[in-house]
């Protein structure tokens, strides 16, 4: 039995853009719209504080449990977390009924973006410097999970919703 792709999946660094556009693109698409990051805090509170509480080993626990429960939603755009690639089960359950894209930005764009922005935890202290190694950390699974990919500096969320129409 063949399952139906009928979801997209959002992945990317932070600040690429996959919640605004995400949101958007539901809206256009008249799907249902999830942010794992958006869960994560309605559950847990700042995901900020529950790192330096927690850490970063039962963050990823925790935000396993809710890619795995949107991995069985139907209809829906779904934005994960900029390091959920770090869960092949989740991506791969994910990737099941989803076309997977990935949104990039160069350096600069998500520091800006992300400028006063103290709610990420991966990010703090030298903001450029940290993102350019988490790329190199993950770029490598960004490109394995996704189908096709949309690079969003110069763009709004609106104009990056409309390009994922394209794409999805």
Do not use: H
Request: contains cysteine.
């Amino acid at each position: 039995m063949t399952v139906e792709k009928n979801n997209i999946v959002l992945i990317g660094m932070a600040g690429t853009g996959k919640t605004a556009s995400g949101r958007i693109l539901a809206k256009k698409k008249n799907m249902l719209f999830y942010d794992s990051d958006e869960m994560f805090r309605e559950q847990f509170g700042d995901i900020s504080t529950f790192f330096d509480r927690y850490g970063e080993d039962l963050f990823r626990v925790e935000e396993g449990k809710i890619l795995y429960l949107l991995s069985t939603k139907n209809d829906s755009v779904i934005s994960c977390g900029g390091g959920a690639v770090l869960n092949p089960a989740c991506m791969s359950k994910l990737k099941e009924r989803a076309k997977v894209i990935v949104l990039t930005a160069e350096t600069e764009t998500i520091v800006q973006r992300l400028k006063g922005d103290a709610s990420r935890p991966l990010l703090k202290g030298d903001a450029k410097k940290n993102i350019e190694r988490l790329w190199q950390e993950r770029k490598a699974l960004y490109a394995k999970y996704a189908d096709a990919a949309l690079a969003t500096d110069g763009l709004t969320a609106e104009e990056t919703a409309e390009k994922l129409l394209s794409l999805s």
